[in-house]
């Protein structure tokens, strides 16, 4: 059965269809990815310029996680990159455009060698009051780029994978994972992981050890309308924080069953 999705945008009703949208970004050549971006056929898009040319629609009418919402609807695969420091200014820049201009006004010596655009000094400078001036060093943390398994069902994760088919967690594998319940894109948890495969598959969903947040999801909710998805990642701690932070932008709210941020 053709997968559909419904919703509205600025007072129009659409039904969309995941095949109409293979169909609409065939032959379109992808956008640089900023931010968020969907798998659709193999080629990835920024989420905004594939939703926009699907469904014929001004970028400045939607979000992007408005876009996201829709194509997980639909069953199309999101990647967030998290942090993206190539489309923002970096703070060591800005303080050195600052530093600068104070120096040209006549100002007093930067107290910030690093931060001041200069070498790294071998000792401790002395600052106007005789103190030691503090020495700032710039550390550059790459970007996290999580690429989302497509979601699967609660209820086939449940099965024993020896005695029939079950979605592949990847094992030994640290990353993060996510739980919704259809049709609300609200997460139900968001956590990590040290092994994707004994988190997610055995203690979060068949409960074979303690999982706070699995206990609860089992006991209050419809494993029928339940999805799951994780990305592997050697920065787990790090994602699963940023991904707590855009869901409390996202929704005003934590995960329905999350315990810390």
Known sequence: MEQTFEFTLKGRRIEARAADVVAALRGVAPERVRRHAVV???????????FSVAFHADRGDFSAYWAERVFVGLGF????????QRSRPKPEAKAAAQDATRSAQGGVRPRFPRAAGLGRPDRWEEAD??????????????????????WQRWTELAR???????????????GVYEVIKDPFP???????????RRRVKEHLVMGTASHHAGEQIRAQEDPTKLRVRWAVTDRPAAAEEELHRQHVLRHGKPPTYTQRT
Request: hydrophobic residues 40%; positive net charge; charged residues 20%.
């Open 40 to 50: 659709i056929g193999r080629t990835t898009y920024p989420i905004k310029q594939a």
């Open 77 to 84: 695969a999101v990647c967030a990159y998290l942090t993206d």
């Open 129 to 150: 009051d005789g103190m030691p001036a503090a020495q700032v060093e710039a550390v550059e943390i790459p970007p996290i780029v999580l690429a989302w398994s497509p």
């Open 160 to 174: 024993d994978g020896r005695k029939g088919a079950s979605p592949h967690v990847p094992f030994g594998k640290p």
């Open 186 to 196: 609200e997460r139900l948890v968001i956590g990590r992981a040290s092994n994707l």
